[in-house]
């Protein structure tokens, strides 16, 4: 059985960085995207991040685009979030997923991915 575990997650102060990592139990050469979301409490989990395809295609929420870049080592059976520039509003629970089928709607919806990890928490003070 797949798991995901995140790990990196922590407290910043606004303009710095953290990197989050997503080491998953299988081959993340086996998934065809990785994504990240992030959810606060009271809110729904929101889109932050995928990665896709044998190119490792990526797609990154407006709200984080220039901040963040998402990669994904498969030797390593890892994924990563890198957050820079890092504002207040970013604290939350960030998630990581997996999705293993080719068929894709819309990698930002949380129902086409087939993993998820546990979380770890982000804060950024101000």
């Known amino acids: 059985q797949i798991q995901l575990v995140e790990s990196g997650g922590g407290l910043v102060q606004a303009g710095g960085s953290l990197r989050l990592s997503c080491a998953a139990s299988?081959?993340?050469?086996?998934?065809?995207?990785m994504g990240w979301f992030r959810q606060v409490p009271g809110k729904e989990r929101e889109f932050v991040a995928a990665?896709?395809?044998?190119?490792?295609?990526?797609d990154l929420a407006n709200s984080v685009k220039g901040r963040f870049t998402i990669s994904r080592d498969n030797a390593k059976n890892t994924g990563y979030l890198q957050m820079n520039s890092l504002k207040p509003e970013d604290t939350a629970v960030y998630y990581c997923?997996?999705?293993?089928?080719?068929?894709?709607?819309?990698?930002?919806?949380?129902?086409?991915?087939?993993?998820w990890g546990q979380g770890t928490q982000v804060t950024v003070s101000s």
């Open positions: 299988g081959r993340t050469a086996s998934f065809y995207a």
């Open positions: 997923a997996a999705k293993r089928g080719r068929t894709v709607v819309s990698l930002a919806s949380l129902y086409e991915y087939d993993y």
């Open positions: 990665i896709r395809g044998n190119d490792d295609i990526t």
